[in-house]
């Protein structure tokens, strides 16, 4: 079904035609009649599936239906776990709204930037509104923004905010709302905290599933080189002058490690850089349009870009360092074979790691054959594990709450 029966007006058409759009996704194809209906939509899809644009376009479409005089005020309200998703959607809302009649007004609200400026935006005016969830806490508690205007509330990548203690700050933000709204919940996976989530905010939503499709998995060829961790950078190196990708993504365990391995490579000639929570936003967003533009090729990144990161020509991805998660397993590779295309994904384990691949295996449900390189062979033999002395409850922070921290820090 193409674009021009899904109910959307001859002016955001032409925007989609300008974007290089031709037909819509399956969850875009399922989502958007839905939104224009204005039914509350709780929607499962992987990575890389177009959701984004399945609630922005009809948004767009009821707000330019809508005529209201004087300052905008806020009616759309998008949280996001990230700054980079947050900025792709504010740009998503610009890039699509730019020949309608009159142009919502978009203010993005993220960490890293100074909190008055991102207040004194949105009192100018705001028809939409689209936020960090920790950022847009702290201004919530500020107790100078009027949300009582909110028509769409929209939560993006919903189950990685839960990892940023979202649950527990859910409740301040629906006392600021009102009651009538419409509720759009999107996320990737939907384990039973998030049916919590959503009965708290909507009670008869539409469920709306295409897990069954998972185009970018398909389109990966998945393989997984044993070798020891000494021999990781060597092998990369390796890989990447036999190899002829020409855009590489390689997820890190750390910021430090990110930083120190790009620095290395460059020393061997290649073009690369790092990407984490503790850059300054100016050099986060010069870093991905530099990669986008192919001004360098290699980017050693945490897992800051797991998600939300729209790169449509990245060739291959490598787990340098295997996600803690087995869930970001699939986040970290859907970053490649976007947009219809092929790509590869690569994961490097030695003795040490085996067990927690094995899991991620049942996990993702595959089963990939182990390989080795000739010249980078895994040697030596697994270390057995003593086993310590049990933990005393109550001492010490869980590995739940360090790693919540960690993620706040880098969001915000």
Not at 115 to 120: A, E, P, R, S
Not at 171 to 194: C, G, W
């Amino acid at each position: 079904m193409p674009f021009s029966k899904l109910g959307l007006s001859k002016n955001l058409l032409l925007s989609i035609k300008k974007s290089g759009f031709t037909d819509p996704t399956p969850i875009q194809e399922k989502v958007i009649p839905l939104v224009l209906n204005r039914d509350d939509v709780i929607a499962k899809a992987q990575t890389g599936s177009g959701k984004s644009a399945s609630f922005v376009l009809p948004i767009l479409e009821l707000l330019s239906r809508e005529e209201y005089e004087g300052k905008a005020k806020i009616k759309v309200l998008v949280l996001t776990p990230t700054r980079e998703l947050t900025l792709q959607i504010v740009e998503a809302f610009n890039t699509f709204g730019a020949d309608l009649p009159k142009k919502p007004k978009v203010v993005g609200v993220i960490g890293g930037e100074s909190i008055g400026d991102q207040l004194f935006a949105i009192q100018k005016g705001c028809d939409v509104l689209v936020a960090t969830s920790g950022r847009f806490v702290d201004i919530l508690s500020k107790k100078q923004m009027n949300l009582s205007y909110v028509e769409f509330f929209v939560l993006d990548e919903a189950d990685k905010m839960l990892d940023l203690g979202f649950a527990e700050e859910l409740d301040q933000i629906l006392v600021e709302l009102p009651q009538k709204r419409h509720n759009l919940l999107f996320s990737a996976t939907y384990p039973p905290k998030m049916q919590e989530i959503a009965s708290r905010i909507t009670q008869n939503p539409t469920m709306v599933s295409i897990e069954h499709e998972e185009p970018t998995v398909q389109n990966i060829t998945q393989r997984v080189i044993e070798v020891n961790p000494e021999n990781r950078a060597p092998l990369l190196r390796h890989l990447l002058s036999t190899e002829n990708w020409e855009s590489v993504l390689v997820f890190m365990s750390g910021k430090r490690a990110a930083d120190n391995i790009a620095a290395k490579f460059r020393k061997h000639g290649f073009k690369a850089e790092s990407f984490h929570g503790d850059l300054h936003q100016e050099d986060r967003n010069y870093t991905l349009d530099s990669f986008k533009k192919k001004e360098f090729n290699i980017l050693f990144a945490t897992d800051l870009v797991a998600r939300g990161l729209d790169i449509n020509d990245i060739t291959c991805v490598i787990n340098f360092d295997l996600p803690r998660s087995p869930a970001d397993y699939i986040h970290r590779i859907g970053r490649t074979a976007r947009a219809g295309k092929k790509g590869i994904a690569i994961s490097f384990i030695g003795h040490e790691d085996a067990q927690h691949f094995r899991l991620i295996e049942k996990r993702s449900g595959i089963k990939l054959q182990r390989e080795q390189i000739e010249g980078f062979e895994l040697t030596g033999e697994p270390i057995k594990k003593e086993k310590g002395p049990a933990p005393v409850k109550g001492k010490g922070k869980s590995k739940k709450d360090k790693a919540r921290e960690k993620a706040l820090k880098e969001q915000k």
